[in-house]
């Protein structure tokens, strides 16, 4: 009797053991998967590659260093060219490379915001600047160029041009060159009326093709450095914009617009001439009384004589490529993107044809997102969803037209394509589920991307999970493609707290993987981050976003006519309450700028839904109405504030050029007004997407705090902030 009592008794106590150990493994593997840990890869953008010769470059953001990097044949081994190795916030941008890969420029600091001031996020008393810097890809320190706001780096990379004053400057590359060339750069490169932006370079390096842009109109021009003169373009009296070479440089291709008719700009000017109104004219004549014809043009033009041709326009009254912005010279064909059929897309058209007709190059339902040419112009390669609607793969095509071939495949996520010089190779950013972005190689005939950027050994990719595709339809029956995160151990019967992730923009897309662009790619670790610290975790792409086709985007009554968006957020709430892992009385809800629009809108209007939420630089009065029957002031979070009970996080840095920090002043006031449990981060002199790692670090921290105690429960630990709040 008593071998059979301790019998029992054993198998008790180890029955409880395991149960303990099961229950306790869930949580060591949270205690080593840190926010550090999954935010510690370096973020690459920005890649290049040089036409004459198989070098790739590209800007890293690794824990708040920005850098850039070179890689070239044959081993492809990374190499860092600047040594910035402080979060300091001064960001790095808009990389070029010369065409023989020797070359790299790019801008040191931010954009300036509406009064011209470079943000300066660390509140350094000297100030800061936005200036071109430049460094040899064979090594060396990097140099400054000129102070200058955007650029042009010469294919020859011996100049850089760029817009000051309403002119164009250019200015030596290598801090060596002296003499006559050298001293251009004390004056405009040439002078010509109007706000001149844009500068473009011929291949050769001898002429810019510039836009002059005149209120309500604006002309193509090019200024011939050697002859020094300025050609206009089939000057017109309509808006000319997005000038491109062809590859001899013998002619320019650009778009043509209608010019602003009466009522739409009438009387104005650029800045320092002055003109009468226009006389004979009615009062409140308008432009749409005069509105019809084509919407839109193409034209190529003899860069040295002016003498130019319409090459195609669109249907009178037909609005389907009223979206095309960009143009690509081809093999003997003019590329451009626009979306007749509802879908982005890009198309050709034959220069030697008298009456060229578009020809779809990239087919299928999704979009052709990102896209570059070979260095012989006969080869389009392109990144679309078409096929893989929630992530992005490599495809190729002839330029001219022909069968669309496609290049990668699984669970992989290829964007932004930089094509190499011999074309042996395209240089891609790539991710997945559990693949950080990184850059990568793929063979021009296709095949599995090879990953050249190596991963800290703290990321934990092996304990991320593989989200899922997950349909959710609203109350009006739309429906939207959302990104499912289950946490791991999850068992049987358990009720877990749920997080919802709301994206900004609008114009986004999360992906069933890292995201190619930096919050969205912190976001994605944090959707995992929160998934391994026991939270159900949905990601939504609400109506208005981009990647599920125009009607998509373009749905009714979305933002300030409606914020229809807001029922899909909504129904994904509901969604997760009626999940039998979910505990319903613990679903919270973060996001930034639209996500934060959209948060504010969940705990405004159904704090019986969402319980919690963080609103980083969010929208809360759309427009300037307080007027209660506007339709603006009620599809604004403001409106329903009387209703707000659930506790919000505030968010903002107040120098955004995005959103004005006066929305989270507006909405403090409101908040407190009403009694309304909040609380609040501030970082001074910071922007909307912040420059400072640290701050992120802080915000995610703080984030995680705060649902910890909001809604797991546990007991409250300080929130740190600059400025921080707490009611």
């Given at each position: 009797?008593r071998?059979?009592?301790?019998g ?9 053991q395991?149960l303990?150990?099961?229950?306790l ?12 840990d999954?935010?510690?890869p ?27 990097w ?10 860092r060219l600047?040594g ?35 943000a ?15 460094a040899?890809?064979?090594?060396g ?14 294919p ?14 250019r ?8 003499g ?7 004056a ?5 009326f109007?706000?001149n ?9 001898r ?9 309500d109109?604006?002309?193509v ?7 020094r ?16 070479w ?11 617009r ?6 739409d ?31 839109l ?24 490529w ?13 590329l ?39 260095a ?13 609607i ?15 071939v496609?290049?990668t ?10 094509v190499?010089?011999?074309?042996e190779r395209?240089a891609v ?18 095949g ?33 493609h959302?990104?499912?995160f ?5 068992r049987p ?10 994206h ?14 930096h919050?969205?790619h912190?976001?994605?670790?944090m ?6 610290q026991?939270?159900v ?9 981009i ?6 985007r ?52 159904n704090?019986d ?29 403001v ?11 505030l ?8 959103v ?12 407190r007004a009403?009694?309304?449990p909040h ?5 001074p002199?910071?922007v909307?997407?912040?420059?400072v ?11 995680d ?22 009611r």
């Amino acid at each position: 009797m008593r071998t059979s009592i301790r019998g029992v008794l054993l198998h008790a106590f180890l029955l409880l053991q395991a149960l303990a150990l099961a229950s306790l493994r869930p949580a060591l593997a949270q205690e080593r998967f840190t926010i550090e840990d999954v935010l510690s890869p370096a973020f690459p953008f920005d890649l290049v590659s040089a036409a004459g010769t198989d070098r790739i470059a590209w800007i890293e953001f690794e824990r708040g260093m920005r850098n850039v990097w070179t890689a070239s044949a044959p081993d492809f081994a990374p190499r860092r060219l600047t040594g910035y190795l402080k979060d300091d916030g001064h960001d790095l941008s808009t990389l070029r490379i010369s065409d023989d890969g020797s070359v790299v420029a790019f801008l040191r600091g931010h954009t300036p915001n509406r009064d011209g001031w470079i943000a300066n996020p660390t509140s350094d008393p000297m100030g800061a600047e936005r200036a071109v810097w430049a460094a040899h890809t064979s090594g060396g320190e990097p140099w400054r160029v000129v102070e200058a706001w955007s650029f042009a780096l010469s294919p020859d990379g011996r100049w850089v041009a760029y817009e000051k004053d309403g002119q164009i400057w250019r200015a030596p590359v290598d801090p060596g060159v002296a003499g006559r060339e050298g001293a251009l750069q004390e004056a405009p490169l040439f002078r010509a009326f109007g706000r001149n932006r844009g500068p473009v370079w011929s291949p050769d390096a001898r002429r810019i093709a510039f836009v002059s842009d005149r209120q309500d109109h604006a002309f193509v021009g090019v200024y011939d450095t050697e002859a020094r003169r300025v050609t206009w373009l089939a000057p017109a009296v309509d808006r000319d914009e997005a000038p491109v070479w062809s590859p001899d440089g013998t002619r320019v291709a650009f778009i043509r617009r209608p010019g602003l008719a009466f009522g739409d700009e009438a009387g104005r000017r650029p800045e320092g001439r002055r003109t009468a109104e226009p006389s004979g004219l009615p009062a409140g004549l308008v432009g749409a009384k005069f509105a019809g014809g084509h919407a839109l043009s193409i034209w190529v033009a003899d860069a040295r004589t002016g003498e130019g041709r319409e090459v195609w326009h669109d249907a009178p009254s037909d609005s389907v490529w009223a979206e095309m912005r960009q143009l690509l010279w081809a093999d003997g064909h003019l590329l451009f993107q626009a979306e007749p059929e509802g879908w982005r897309h890009t198309f050709a058209l034959a220069l030697d044809d008298p009456a060229p007709r578009p020809v779809l190059l990239t087919p299928g339902e999704g979009e052709a997102e990102h896209f570059a040419l070979s260095a012989d112009r006969r080869t389009l390669y392109y990144a679309t969803n078409a096929g893989d609607i929630d992530r992005r793969h490599l495809w190729k095509v002839p330029a001219g037209g022909g069968r669309a071939v496609q290049l990668t495949r699984g669970d992989g996520i290829e964007t932004y394509p930089a094509v190499l010089a011999s074309e042996e190779r395209v240089a891609v950013l790539h991710a997945a589920a559990r693949q950080p972005q990184s850059v990568a190689l793929v063979s021009s005939g296709g095949g599995d991307a090879r990953v050249i950027t190596p991963l800290p050994q703290t990321f934990p990719g092996t304990r991320h999970v593989d989200p899922t595709n997950v349909v959710v339809t609203a109350e009006d029956g739309f429906e939207t493609h959302n990104q499912l995160f289950l946490p791991p151990g999850l068992r049987p019967g358990e009720k877990r707290p749920a997080l919802i992730f709301i994206h900004g923009g609008s114009r986004r897309q999360m992906l069933l993987g890292y995201h190619y662009m930096h919050f969205y790619h912190m976001a994605y670790a944090m959707n995992q981050y929160f998934a391994n610290q026991g939270y159900v975790v949905l990601s939504v792409n609400y109506r208005s976003g981009i990647g599920y086709g125009r009607a998509f985007r373009n749905a009714p009554g979305r933002g300030g006519e409606g914020n229809t968006e807001y029922g899909d957020i909504l129904a994904a709430g509901k969604y997760l309450q009626g999940r039998p892992d979910v505990d319903p009385a613990k679903v919270g809800v973060w996001g930034l700028s639209y996500g934060g629009i959209l948060t504010a809108q969940a705990l405004a209007r159904n704090s019986d839904v969402f319980a919690a939420g963080v609103d980083i630089a969010g929208v809360h009065l759309w427009g300037t109405s307080l007027d209660a029957e506007s339709t603006s002031y009620q599809s604004s979070a403001v409106s329903q504030v009387e209703s707000w009970r659930s506790p919000v996080l505030l968010i903002h840095g107040d120098d955004d050029r995005n959103v004005a920090f006066s929305q989270t002043v507006g909405l403090v006031q409101a908040l407190r007004a009403h009694d309304v449990p909040h609380e609040l981060i501030v970082f001074p002199d910071e922007v909307h997407d912040f420059l400072v790692f640290d701050r992120w670090l802080r915000t995610f921290h703080a984030t995680d705090d705060f649902f910890r105690r909001k809604l797991v429960g546990r007991e409250p630990v300080a929130v740190t902030g600059t400025g921080s709040e707490r009611r």
